[in-house]
């Protein structure tokens, strides 16, 4: 096997293992910043056997022994090895090399609250939302800071300082390396969900630079979605959100012109969309509403996509059920957004003077004054009633408003045309 093939087959063994190794690591050293470093010691020497030896039978189980044997060289170093020694020996002393899946077998039983664990870890409200993203995607997606980076659009360094400073941050708030129990962890939950779909958020709508979608995260966030319902299978939102991702990620690639530019749902051509996820999404979201809890706002995000999903053309889409959708999505999840939503929505059903209604009661919000789609919606509703002035002026504003470059160009285009 040549080296490149060795190193990208370390490469998908890191991408795949790193998450259960660095959980591993982190309840036995209690610190994630310092297992993570013992974790990438491990690549590092995988780096250098492996190569010259092969890949061994079980990589997870190697990498893990490894980083476990330079955390007893750290604390032999540090004077500490006695005061921890009852605590790691139970799993390296006597081991060799070959015995790397027996020990393996050993991290299966606690690897699923390891995870979950790591997961609620990196998404604790302790931290800001930002640095919660990007240490996700650090420690659970096993992306490297320059990827997380050119996915959002963050200089390298200041990625690097805020993961570096949400460490220290966990760290000196003391959080435990735990799963919340109980009410704790319904009160917990939310955090990840919020991280996991902001993440699929800015892969499926990019917030600013030349390319509408980053495909990528929104695969990250996926996969980070189906290990916590593999995790947490009696948790109906999970179900809601796993369903939500992949219904909207079914869209994709029917989202974007050859040209790159966006093609707006009722112009999207459906034979171009992912059925698989399609059936995906909407499996997922029968075995949410199956679990008998009520339901939370990404179910209901979700109910709202399948309702896209299962029109075989725009015109058969049910637009007075979301509208109503929306509406109980409101009584759970309050948002301008959401009652932004749910104006399209009741302007499809019901007519544009009735949306334009619904959306003018919203002018004044302030959280929307600078949300690009308040004036795009206005705009749009504007147009299809004749008022064609009034609405080159919000599809001009609406442009003037985001950072994306092809909705800025969509936008000043259905100025010039309305």
Partial sequence: MSDDTVHRSIETVWRIESPKVIAALTRKVGDVGLAEDLAQEALLAALEQWPRDGVPQNPGGWLTAVAKRKAIDLWRREGRFA??????????????????????ARLDDPVGDDLLGLIFMSC???????????????LLGGLATPEIARAFLVPEPTLAQRIVRAKRTLSEARVP?????????????????????????EGYAATAGDDLTRPGLCDEAMRLGRVLVG???????????IALMELQASR???????????????DQDRSRWDFLLVRRGLAALDE???????????????????????????????????????????????????????????????????????????????????????????????????????????????????????????????????
């Fill in 83 to 104: 005061e921890r020694e009852g605590e790691i020996t139970r799993d390296l002393e006597g081991q060799q090399e070959q015995e790397a899946e027996s020990i393996d």
């Fill in 177 to 201: 390396f735990e799963v919340p129990r109980g009410e704790a962890l319904h009160e917990r939950l939310p955090s990840v969900l919020e991280v996991i779909y902001l993440i699929f958020n």
């Fill in 231 to 241: 995790l947490m299978p009696g948790e109906s939102e999970v179900h809601g959100l």
């Fill in 252 to 266: 994709l690639q029917a989202r974007v012109s050859p040209s790159g530019a966006p093609v707006l749902l009722l």
């Fill in 124 to 138: 604790h409200p302790v931290l800001a939302v930002e640095a919660r993203v990007a240490l996700t995607l650090r």
């Fill in 288 to 418: 949410a509403v199956r679990l008998g809890a009520p339901l939370g706002p990404y179910t209901l995000q979700a109910a709202i996509a399948a309702c896209h999903a299962r029109a075989r053309t725009a015109g058969e889409t049910d637009w007075a059920q979301i509208a109503a959708l929306y509406d109980a999505l409101a009584q759970v999840s309050p948002s301008p957004v959401v009652e932004l939503n749910q104006a399209v929505a009741i302007g499809m059903a019901f007519g544009p003077a009735a949306g334009l209604e619904a959306v003018d009661r919203l002018m004044e919000e302030k959280v929307l004054q600078t949300y690009h789609l308040l004036p795009a919606v206005r705009g749009d509703l504007l147009a299809k009633l004749g008022r064609t002035e009034e609405a080159r002026t919000e599809f001009a504003r609406a442009a003037s408003l985001t950072s994306n470059v092809q909705e800025r160009k969509l936008l000043l285009e259905r100025a010039a045309h309305a």
